[in-house]
Every structure is written in structure tokens, then in C-alpha cells.
């Protein structure tokens, strides 16, 4: 069998509130309201703790910039300011820790994809950065979770087994759940999120020996068109 698993990004593979501080004050910025940005910060605090049922940080400081009466122009420029600042120390994020070893480890056993709805401004160079840009197979912007990543698991589905690892339930994991793959949740929401999940953990890295664990299983796996048993021949 041919193995696959798809990574998320933001959330996943970068970790830090970061890039979601730089939205916030990409909307103050444009706005002009000096409060916003502190107003921000106790939304992606509170999100943080659980006060909140926002899917993400983004998410978090989105909903209080409509509630402000921000529009959508306003914010999807916004958030555009904020990955073109992407790994710089106004937009700063950290990967988990020994992710390069993890990844060529991991690659030994499994097709390695990643796939984000962020664009893909600084993604690639930060990537480069960390010495993990070639440790995947594929990668995907600009998906369009969670209909965008359907089509994908279905192709990957078609080749062996899929583990889908995500910070967000229903952009990363719901769609691959409901097409029969198995899943891994990590970030804030781990341990407060009812959803059902094959694994779970606060951090990407502490999943790691259970993710090459569930790798090196999936590809022994025998292939289903090989181990048919042979229609009886006419006699």
C-alpha cells in the first residue's frame, strides 16, 4: 500500500500566534482604530482558554472585527498584509521541534503532502528555512477547506491509506473523516473538542511516534488488487 498524510500548515506545522497578531493589527492599521489590536488579543486570548467556540485565532479576531462593522475587503486585505510578513519577526512562528527528522523518518513509510487554504506568500521560504521543503511529495495553496481538500484525500484514498493532521475539525479533519481516512487534531482545541479523532495531542510533535507508528502499519498493508482472490476460471 501507498500511504499518504496531509499536513496542515498553519496551526500544524507553524506554530505561534504570530502571523494572527499581524492580521490584528493589519485591520487597526486600516481602520484606525487604535483599540483594536488589544481588543484582538483578548479575543485570541479567550480562544486560547477555551472561552470561545472560534475554530482558530484567525477566526477569533475575525468575528470581532465584524462585530465592529469591519468589512470584508477590509479584512481579507488584511490578512493578505499579514502572510506577506510571514517568518519575519513581525509575523514570527516556530516549528515543532526536530520536525526535520520527524519528516524524513516519516517519509520512508508514507507519501507526504501539505495542503493549506493560506497562500503561498513566505510559506515556501519558510519552509526552506526549517530544511523541510523537499521532505514533501506535494504541495497544495490556496485549497479551499473544507470541499477543497475532498478531492484530494479522495486521490490519495484511491492509493492506500490517509491520516489527515490539522489544528481546525471541520476544515482539516471532517472532510477526511467522512471519507473513511483517519485523523490527528492538534492545537489549542485537542483536548476541549468533542469531535472524534484517531489521535490527538497538544502539539504535532507529540504525535510523532504515534504518527510514524501508524505509517509504518499502513504500508504493510497488503494491496487490495493484488490480494483478490482470482475468479474461478470456465470449465
Known amino acids: 500500500m501507498a500511504p499518504t498524510i496531509l499536513f496542515d500548515f498553519d496551526g500544524t506545522l507553524a506554530l505561534g500566534d504570530g502571523p494572527i497578531t499581524a492580521f490584528a493589527r493589519a485591520i487597526a492599521e486600516r481602520t484606525g482604530d487604535t483599540g483594536f489590536a488589544m481588543r484582538a488579543e483578548t479575543a485570541l486570548a479567550a480562544f486560547t ?8 485565532g484567525y477566526d477569533a479576531v475575525t ?3 465584524r462585530e465592529a462593522g469591519v468589512g470584508a475587503d477590509v479584512i481579507s486585505a488584511s490578512y493578505d498584509d499579514s502572510r506577506a510578513l510571514l517568518g519575519s519577526s513581525e509575523a514570527a512562528v516556530d516549528s515543532p521541534e526536530n520536525l526535520p527528522a520527524f519528516l524524513e523518518t516519516l517519509g520512508t513509510h508514507a507519501r507526504l503532502v501539505l495542503a493549506t ?3 503561498g506568500d513566505g510559506i515556501t521560504a519558510l519552509l526552506q528555512s526549517w530544511g523541510v521543503a523537499e521532505a514533501f511529495d ?3 495553496f490556496t485549497v479551499g477547506k473544507p470541499a477543497g481538500l475532498v478531492p484530494l484525500i479522495r486521490d490519495a484514498l484511491a492509493a492506500g491509506p490517509v491520516l489527515a493532521v490539522g489544528d481546525i475539525v471541520e476544515n482539516d479533519l471532517a472532510p477526511a473523516a467522512e471519507l473513511g481516512a483517519d485523523t490527528a487534531l492538534v492545537g489549542a482545541t485537542f483536548e476541549r473538542s468533542t469531535a472524534t479523532a484517531t489521535m490527538r495531542g497538544r502539539s504535532l510533535a507529540d504525535l510523532y511516534d504515534q ?5 509504518a502499519a499502513a504500508s504493510r498493508l497488503p494491496d487490495a488488487s493484488q490480494t483478490s482472490t482470482p475468479a474461478p476460471s470456465a470449465s
Open 63 to 65: 468575528r470581532i472585527a
Open 211 to 215: 504518527i510514524i507508528a501508524w505509517a
Open 117 to 119: 487554504n493560506a497562500p
Open 138 to 140: 506535494a504541495v497544495h
Open 49 to 56: 482558554t477555551g472561552e470561545t467556540d472560534a475554530r482558530d
